[in-house]
Structures are given as structure tokens and as C-alpha cells.
């Protein structure tokens, strides 16, 4: 157990819906890291959040954006959900943007109809 | 864009058998991950070696780090069941704390 949690575990929408997922980090850690997992392939950044500011962004259009909350919990927001959307999200906490371990949660598995 | 390609792709062995995964990179690194998923699940980080390390030990896993070659590999020794997971190897990316992962390698252990 890392400590990170995320919610939902299971969400479906369908097409052209918007959606939100919530992360908490663990606890201590200020930065956090958002990935997507599609079936059969390794995780690719979305985005990471360092103290309430994105800090840096993926090949990922503007319709996924994201929140970091002052206690360090964060958002994905995802709009106009598309059918390639479905995908296990993950987001993974780390302290002060260092070069070092994340440790990630268990994921949402999102499934867009 | 992958920074990290593992090799095999999938693997099957029996209880007890070593397991070696391979995995190489593209751009100059700071350290080398190698995480575990069971299932489809949340990773879980197994080791990390860093670049000016040659090769490193944690229980039943052994990494090794070549970056002339740009290569990383990963055994397990002694397999057992509860090895069977997808193992990936993840390396940073620019100036920030970019993840890179490959697309893993799905190890299965058969009793």
C-alpha cells in the first residue's frame, strides 16, 4: 500500500460526457503526476501538478486539464470524452518534483460507451 | 513517445525458474525504474538504479545498468506464483518529473 488513493475504481460515461477523478497523495508528498493506461500499454503522462501548478504536460489536448488543491489532493478533468478515452488513469505522488520514486495509486478504470 | 522498450514482451516460466527482462532507452538518464502491475492494477516500484550504478540488489531482484548500451535488465530469481504481473521500466524525460515507461513485459510463473 502506497498510501495514494484515488476515486472512483470503476467509472462509465459515454461519449461527449465530461469527467472528474480524484487522487489523494500520500502524505507528506507535494507533487503529483497523472498517467493513462491503455489496455496492453505501458502508462503515458498526462500531466504533473507541483504545489497548486502544472508543472509540466504530455502530448494531451486541453480537454484534460487538472487541479492540485492546497492539501496537495488533485483532479482530472477530462471534457467532450471521447471513445479512446477508456483507459486505466493513474496518478502517482512524489515529493518536490525530485528524479525519484512515485508511488502510484490503484487507478480509475474508465470506460467511455 | 516511449523511453523505454522491454524485451520480452511476454514470458512464461515454472515455479522456481529465474526471470530475465530486458529493457532499452533512447536519451541519457539520471535513473532507471522498474515497477510491477498486477492485474491491471496501480504500479507498484520494484527498484531504482541510477546512472552512475552498474548494478543493484533487493531481495529476489537484480538490475543491471549498461548506459553505453543504453540497457537495463531485470531478474528475478526463484520465481513464484505471486510473480505473475506485467514489469515495466521507466525513465525520466526533460527537466521534470516526466515518467517515461515502456510497454512492459507480462511475466506469468506457473506453479
Known amino acids: 500500500e502506497t498510501g495514494v488513493t484515488q476515486s472512483p475504481t470503476h467509472l462509465i460515461k459515454t461519449r461527449g460526457q465530461q469527467v472528474t477523478l480524484r487522487c489523494s497523495s500520500q502524505?507528506?508528498?507535494?507533487?503529483v503526476s497523472w498517467y493513462q493506461q491503455a489496455l496492453g500499454q505501458g502508462p503515458q503522462f498526462i500531466f504533473q501538478?507541483?504545489?497548486?501548478?502544472?508543472?509540466g504536460r504530455g502530448n494531451f489536448p486541453p480537454r484534460f486539464s487538472g487541479l492540485q488543491f492546497p492539501n496537495y489532493s488533485s483532479e482530472l478533468n477530462v471534457n467532450a470524452l471521447e471513445l479512446d478515452d477508456s483507459a486505466l488513469y493513474l496518478c502517482?505522488?512524489?515529493?518536490?518534483?525530485?528524479?525519484?520514486?512515485?508511488?502510484f495509486g490503484p487507478g480509475t478504470r474508465l470506460t467511455v460507451l | 513517445s516511449q523511453q523505454g522498450e522491454e524485451d520480452p514482451q511476454a514470458l512464461s516460466i515454472q515455479e522456481g525458474e529465474n526471470a530475465t527482462m530486458n529493457c532499452s532507452y533512447k536519451t541519457s538518464i539520471n535513473n532507471l525504474q522498474w515497477y510491477r502491475q498486477n492485474s491491471g492494477r496501480g504500479l507498484v516500484h520494484l527498484i531504482l538504479?541510477?546512472?552512475?550504478?552498474r548494478e543493484k540488489h533487493s531481495g529476489r531482484l537484480r538490475v543491471t545498468l549498461d548506459t553505453s548500451k543504453k540497457s537495463s535488465s531485470l531478474l528475478i530469481t526463484a520465481s513464484r506464483a505471486a510473480d505473475t504481473a506485467s514489469y515495466f521500466c521507466?525513465?525520466?524525460?526533460?527537466?521534470?518529473?516526466?515518467?517515461?515507461f515502456g510497454a512492459g513485459t507480462r511475466l506469468a510463473v506457473h506453479p
Open positions: 501538478y507541483y504545489r497548486e501548478e502544472e508543472n
Open positions: 521507466a525513465a525520466y524525460s526533460g527537466g521534470y518529473n516526466k515518467l517515461i
Open positions: 538504479i541510477r546512472s552512475n550504478e
Open positions: 502524505s507528506g508528498h507535494n507533487t
Open positions: 502517482a505522488s512524489s515529493w518536490d518534483r525530485g528524479t525519484d520514486t512515485q508511488y
